[in-house]
């Protein structure tokens, strides 16, 4: 009887941490309120504001990859994505031979749809808040 009730707890407490292991990525994605890359080491402004799952719901965009995208032989790949590697595993802060740097990747990803929008900020202070 004691065997097979330790036997028990032992499963559950496996079941336990695969579900919580399960649940991780979804947290950290829905914890997002602004980006402060730490890829910059000492920063120069204020983390940018970025409320990951109200701005995109607010924004409309569907698609995963309009952001998290990935590349194959120099073009964009359609229906991929590259969510869970951040945009400093290829867009490095001194800039690379085959990717644009890490700081003019995220402007121009940030501010070129917002201009194209006519909605969302495009100044400084309004991404970078105190
Ligand atoms: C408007 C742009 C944008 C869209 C659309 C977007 N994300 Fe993100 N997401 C980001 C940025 C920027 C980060 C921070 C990346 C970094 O730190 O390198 C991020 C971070 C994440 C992270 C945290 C892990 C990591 O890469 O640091 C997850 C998970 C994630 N996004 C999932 C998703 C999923 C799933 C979708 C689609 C439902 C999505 N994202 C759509 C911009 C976006
Ligand atoms: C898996 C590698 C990879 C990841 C992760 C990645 N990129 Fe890129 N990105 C590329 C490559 C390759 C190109 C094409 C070369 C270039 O123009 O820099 C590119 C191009 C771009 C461009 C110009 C073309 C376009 O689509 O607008 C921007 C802007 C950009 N990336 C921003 C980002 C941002 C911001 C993130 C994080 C949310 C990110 N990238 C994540 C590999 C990646
Ligand atoms: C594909 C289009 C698109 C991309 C990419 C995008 N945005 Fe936006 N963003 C929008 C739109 C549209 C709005 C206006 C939404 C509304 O309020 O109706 C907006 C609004 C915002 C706002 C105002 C909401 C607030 O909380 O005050 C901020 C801040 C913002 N975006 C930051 C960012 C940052 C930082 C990035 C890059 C990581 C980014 N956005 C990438 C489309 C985009
Ligand atoms: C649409 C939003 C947006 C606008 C507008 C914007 N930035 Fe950024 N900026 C970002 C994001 C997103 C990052 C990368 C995340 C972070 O803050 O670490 C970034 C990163 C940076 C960094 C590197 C990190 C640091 O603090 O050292 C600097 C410097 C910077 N921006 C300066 C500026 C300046 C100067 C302007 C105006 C000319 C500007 N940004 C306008 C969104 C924006």
Excluded: W
């Amino acid at each position: 009887m004691r065997k097979r009730a330790v036997a028990l707890y032992a499963g559950m407490g496996v079941l336990i941490s695969i579900l919580t292991f399960m649940l991780m990525p979804a947290y950290s994605q829905e914890d997002i309120v602004n980006l402060a890359d730490s890829a910059f080491g000492d920063r120069e402004r204020p983390a940018a504001v970025f409320a990951h799952e109200e701005h995109n719901e607010k924004a409309e965009i569907e698609e995963c990859n309009v952001c998290h995208h990935l590349y194959r032989g120099g073009n964009k790949v359609d229906d991929e994505s590259s969510e869970g590697t951040n945009c400093s595993a290829c867009h490095y802060v001194e800039g690379g031979d085959t990717t644009r740097p890490l700081m003019k990747a995220y402007h121009e990803l940030c501010k070129s749809c917002h201009q194209e929008n006519k909605a969302g900020p495009v100044t400084c202070g309004e991404c970078h808040r105190k």
